[in-house]
């Protein structure tokens, strides 16, 4: 039997998701996410898709997060109209992020073509509009969890809990070809890391050919924590906050780490460890969200720990624009959840601008933070940011809470690989910056789970013979392999931009600041290319 597995995202990054699988004339998408990070990567989604999108039978849906979902609109824009299957939770929460993510795509092409108008710049497009996310609900079925599902002709599907988020999936792929060759795949889709109140943990079949696998904190360990342990560095994060005399801002995401962080503040408030005071969440896809989690959220023992939420006098949900603003004239303690987490897209960003150079404002990162992306920048210790054009000096505090992640670590990654085997072919590495990646791969080699451990290149397609995997040559690559996991020169520009405005003004006086101009006219218009 041969078929054809190519990786068209999440390939040297942790965003992008999207992987094709070619069995005879059949062609499945297994997700279509969006690239997220620096600008250089970003711009990936705007190009055409690197498929034929006419020969697209079918898409399966690990979650419903926007790096694996995300583009699933322009797909349908593009005129895919067959089907794409995925949990009930999923389509539940895809129908509010899609919905939510055309809107920030409107809003912020909007705002750009503003600027870019009063500069004299181009006038560009959203990637895809509500209408579009609105047309894209339509082509969703949902599956029932843990039964094979006919997805084509040669070509079946089974979804299993990988306790990541509400809904999310492994996808187990049986192909047979036309001479009755039958091949078993599994794609790990985001796995969480087990051990929550919050959501089950993953589960799998065993026995594959192939593992396509992700490796986000493939070179992390993590010391244990018990729900006890995770709620006290909450709290001390809390107790800190407050004592530094202003508001705590949590970029979150707002499926899952919102409703886990929701939780605990409330548990902290309310049981007298930490101060008490208003907590508001500050993001419309995070309250409908919340709806979802009222009626499908269950834990390890079927109990749903999100219910009560809602009935709390500390918890306040805003949902208009005009409510988010009013969030300046708070006074006081008080804390406030905003997506998006790693600080990229939405309200946090408005929040960021006013909060940054105040010194008693507190900003706790508690999610994964991409190369490129604001929240990676204020996490490794950015003294200066510009965000929407507008040039802020850091001085507020920040913090990182490792503690909230809904993705495994190394060791959590090694023991369901493990749970997998016997693996008779490969396991391919996916959603992992290279040191992550690789680190996951050292441990898989010295396992001896696989006879070959792979980490595939943007773009890269295998052939899969029976055991026996083949590396095709590579099409001209849309990116330098090395892009995704480095800032780009956006990053360096805005860094150059700050540096020289700090320069100029701890100059000793104007005549120095018009040398410095000077000096870099000359070498600019000496060396223009």
Same mark, same amino acid.
């Given at each position: 039997?041969?078929?054809?597995?190519?990786?068209f995202?999440a390939?040297?990054?942790?965003?992008?998701s999207?992987?094709?699988l070619?069995v005879?004339a059949a062609?499945? *998408?297994?997700?279509?996410g969006m690239?997220?990070g620096?600008?250089?990567?970003?711009e990936?989604?705007?190009r055409?898709?690197?498929?034929?999108v006419?020969?697209?039978?079918?898409?399966? *849906?690990?979650?419903?997060h926007?790096?694996h979902s995300?583009?699933?609109?322009?797909?349908?824009r593009?005129?895919?109209?067959?089907?794409i299957?995925?949990?009930?939770?999923?389509?539940?929460l895809c129908?509010?992020?899609?919905?939510?993510?055309?809107g920030?795509?409107?809003?912020?092409v909007?705002?750009?073509?503003r600027?870019n108008?009063?500069?004299?710049?181009?006038?560009?497009?959203p990637?895809?509009? %509500?209408?579009?996310?609105d047309?894209?609900?339509?082509?969703?079925?949902?599956?029932?969890v843990?039964?094979w599902?006919e997805?084509?002709p040669?070509?079946?599907?089974?979804?299993?809990?990988?306790?990541?988020i509400?809904?999310?999936?492994s996808?187990?792929?049986?192909?047979?070809?036309s001479?009755?060759?039958?091949?078993?795949?599994?794609?790990?889709?985001?796995?969480?890391?087990?051990g929550?109140?919050?959501?089950?943990?993953?589960?799998?079949?065993?026995?594959?050919?192939?593992?396509?696998?992700?490796?986000?904190?493939?070179?992390?360990?993590?010391?244990?924590?018990?729900?006890?342990?995770?709620?006290?560095?909450?709290?001390?994060?809390?107790?800190k906050a407050?004592?530094a005399?202003?508001?705590?801002?949590i970029p979150?995401?707002?499926?899952?780490?919102?409703?886990?962080?929701?939780?605990?503040?409330?548990?902290?408030?309310?049981?007298?460890v930490?101060?008490?005071?208003?907590?508001?969440?500050?993001?419309?896809l995070?309250v409908r969200?919340?709806?979802?989690?009222m009626?499908?959220g269950r834990?390890?023992?079927?109990?749903?720990?999100?219910?009560a939420?809602?009935?709390?006098?500390?918890?306040?949900?805003?949902?208009?624009?005009?409510?988010?603003?009013a969030?300046?004239?708070?006074?006081?303690w008080?804390v406030?959840?905003?997506?998006?987490?790693?600080?990229?897209?939405?309200?946090?960003?408005?929040?960021?601008?006013? *909060?940054?150079?105040?010194?008693?404002?507190?900003v706790?990162l508690?999610g994964?933070?991409?190369v490129?992306?604001?929240?990676?920048?204020?996490?490794?210790?950015?003294?200066?940011?510009?965000?929407?054009?507008?040039?802020?000096?850091?001085?507020?505090?920040?913090r990182t809470?490792?503690?909230?992640?809904?993705?495994?670590?190394?060791?959590?990654?090694?023991?369901?690989?493990?749970?997998?085997g016997?693996?008779?072919g490969?396991?391919?590495?996916?959603?992992?910056?290279?040191?992550?990646?690789?680190g996951?791969?050292?441990?898989?080699?010295?396992?001896?789970l696989?006879?070959?451990v792979?980490?595939p290149?943007?773009?890269?397609?295998? %052939?899969?013979e029976a055991?026996?995997?083949i590396a095709e040559?590579?099409?001209p690559?849309?990116?330098?392999p090395?892009?995704?996991?480095k *800032?780009?020169?956006?990053?360096?520009?805005?860094d150059?931009q700050n540096?020289?405005?700090?320069?100029l003004?701890?100059?000793?006086?104007?005549?120095a600041?018009?040398?410095?101009?000077a000096?870099?006219?000359?070498?600019?218009t000496?060396?223009?290319?």
């Open positions: 039997m041969t078929i054809k597995l190519h990786f995202g390939a040297g990054c942790v965003t992008g999207c992987m094709l070619e005879d062609q499945v *998408l297994i997700d279509c690239f997220q620096s600008k250089t990567l970003k990936l989604n705007y055409p898709f690197p498929f034929d006419a020969k697209i039978g079918a898409v399966l *849906l690990t979650h419903a926007i790096d995300g583009l699933l609109p322009k797909l349908s593009a005129g895919f109209k067959r089907t299957h995925a949990t009930p939770g999923t389509v539940e129908e509010a992020l899609l919905a939510d993510a055309a920030i795509q409107e809003m912020e909007e705002q750009l073509n600027r108008q009063q500069r004299g710049g181009p006038v560009v497009q990637i895809y509009t %509500r209408a579009d996310a047309a894209c609900r339509g082509l969703f079925r949902a599956v029932q843990n039964t599902s997805i084509l040669g070509v079946r599907a089974r979804w299993w809990n990988a306790g990541h509400l809904g999310s999936a996808i187990e792929v049986e192909a047979k070809d001479g009755g060759a039958v091949e078993r795949l599994l794609f790990s889709g985001d796995l969480g890391p087990g929550s109140e919050f959501i089950a943990d993953p589960e799998g079949p065993s026995g594959l050919d192939h593992v396509v696998m992700e490796s986000t904190y493939g070179g992390t360990d993590r010391p244990p924590l018990s729900i006890a342990d995770r709620q006290k560095k909450l709290n001390d994060e809390l107790l407050h004592a005399g202003g508001p705590l801002l979150a995401f707002a499926v899952e780490r919102t409703q886990e962080l929701i939780v605990d503040l409330l548990q902290a408030m309310e049981s007298g930490a101060p008490r005071g208003p907590i508001f969440v500050d993001s419309p995070a969200v919340m709806d979802s989690y009626r499908f834990d390890n023992d079927g109990a749903n720990p999100f219910e939420l809602k009935e709390s006098s500390w918890l306040h949900f805003t949902e208009s624009a005009n409510e988010s603003k969030l300046e004239r708070v006074k006081g008080h406030i959840l905003s997506a998006s987490g790693m600080c990229d897209a939405g309200r946090v960003r408005h929040h960021l601008q006013r *909060l940054l150079w105040q010194p008693q404002a507190t706790l508690v994964y933070q991409a490129g992306t604001l929240g990676r920048l204020l996490r490794d210790g950015a003294k200066d940011v510009r965000i929407q054009g507008e040039h802020i000096k850091v001085a507020a505090t920040i809470l490792d503690i909230y992640s809904g993705h495994a670590d190394a060791n959590a990654l090694l023991k369901w690989a493990q749970a997998r016997p693996i008779r490969d396991i391919f590495l996916t959603h992992g910056e290279p040191e992550s990646r690789d996951l791969q050292a441990r898989l080699q010295a396992a001896t696989a006879a070959n792979l980490t290149q943007l773009d890269q397609a295998y %052939r899969l055991a026996n995997v040559a590579a099409p690559p849309r990116l330098d090395s892009t995704p996991a *800032l780009d020169w956006h990053n360096a520009r805005v150059f540096l020289l405005t700090q320069h003004l701890s100059a000793p006086d104007n005549a600041r018009e040398r410095i101009i000096d870099l006219r000359k070498q600019l000496a060396s223009p290319n």
